[in-house]
């Protein structure tokens, strides 16, 4: 599946870099998908078909521009990508900054929260609640569009959304930054994205 890329600034070589924790590829790993990184450049899109891509995968990091993020050209990336994904009906899933950003495209407004970074707290979800991660400053009270919550933290944020119609769900927590891998989480991935059952 295509992982999109955090941006960092390497200012004492005057170089803007693309990067992803390796951490991602071994929780891909053990949902038996493999990561195909894609750098922030317009080029990014024609992988979606060239690399036979079967979904896509909006990481975590730079704020959004719109919030005063300094790295535009991974939200003019990740809108394309997105938009393309979505007109393939390929599934598109969001963590963290990724999840904001789908928010902010279905017109959900975001604000600063406290409380949320660096920590780990309850989330209400579905299935009943359960403990995770938390690194995030910006946050939702409500969905947009056909983004419906699905998961809620105790102080009203919005901690997960999914749209079943158009395959496409987010969710602010960080899988990959377990020590072991959550079985939540690798089944939440393994569904939304289709994968068939294997071992581990």
Same mark, same amino acid.
């Given at each position: 599946?295509?992982?999109?890329?955090?941006?960092?600034?390497?200012? &004492?070589?005057? $170089?803007? =870099?693309?990067? @992803?924790?390796? #951490?991602? #590829? $071994?929780?891909?790993?053990?949902?038996?998908? @493999?990561?195909?990184?894609?750098?922030?450049?317009?080029?990014? +899109?024609?992988?979606?078909?060239?690399?036979? %891509?079967?979904?896509?995968?909006? &990481?975590?990091?730079?704020? @959004?521009?719109?919030? !005063? !993020?300094?790295?535009?050209?991974?939200? #003019?990336?990740?809108?394309? @990508?997105?938009?393309? %994904?979505?007109?393939?009906?390929?599934?598109?899933? !969001?963590?963290? =900054?990724?999840?904001?950003?789908?928010?902010? *495209?279905?017109?959900?407004?975001?604000?600063?929260? &406290?409380?949320?970074? %660096?920590?780990?707290?309850?989330?209400?979800?579905?299935?009943?609640? *359960?403990?995770?991660?938390?690194?995030? /400053?910006?946050?939702? /009270?409500?969905?947009?569009?056909?983004? *419906?919550? &699905?998961?809620?933290?105790?102080?009203?944020?919005?901690?997960?959304? %999914?749209?079943?119609?158009?395959? +496409?769900?987010?969710?602010?927590?960080?899988?990959?930054?377990?020590?072991?891998?959550?079985?939540?989480?690798?089944?939440?991935?393994?569904?939304?994205?289709?994968? !068939?059952?294997?071992? /581990?």
């Amino acid at each position: 599946m295509l992982v999109t890329q955090n941006v960092v600034v390497d200012h &004492t070589r005057g $170089e803007r =870099r693309d990067t @992803l924790d390796q #951490a991602w #590829a $071994e929780f891909l790993a053990a949902c038996g998908l @493999l990561a195909v990184p894609v750098p922030n450049h317009p080029a990014a +899109v024609d992988l979606l078909t060239a690399a036979n %891509a079967g979904g896509l995968l909006l &990481t975590g990091g730079n704020d @959004l521009a719109a919030y !005063g !993020g300094s790295a535009p050209e991974r939200d #003019a990336v990740e809108a394309c @990508l997105v938009a393309a %994904a979505i007109e393939r009906g390929l599934p598109v899933l !969001g963590v963290c =900054r990724g999840m904001q950003f789908l928010l902010h *495209r279905f017109g959900a407004t975001l604000e600063p929260v &406290t409380g949320h970074v %660096a920590t780990e707290h309850v989330v209400e979800t579905g299935e009943g609640p *359960r403990m995770v991660n938390s690194f995030h /400053r910006w946050g939702a /009270r409500a969905g947009a569009g056909p983004l *419906r919550v &699905t998961a809620r933290a105790a102080d009203g944020v919005v901690e997960a959304v %999914a749209a079943p119609e158009l395959r +496409v769900a987010g969710l602010m927590w960080h899988p990959e930054r377990n020590a072991v891998a959550d079985a939540r989480d690798v089944a939440l991935f393994r569904d939304h994205l289709g994968v !068939g059952s294997c071992a /581990r």
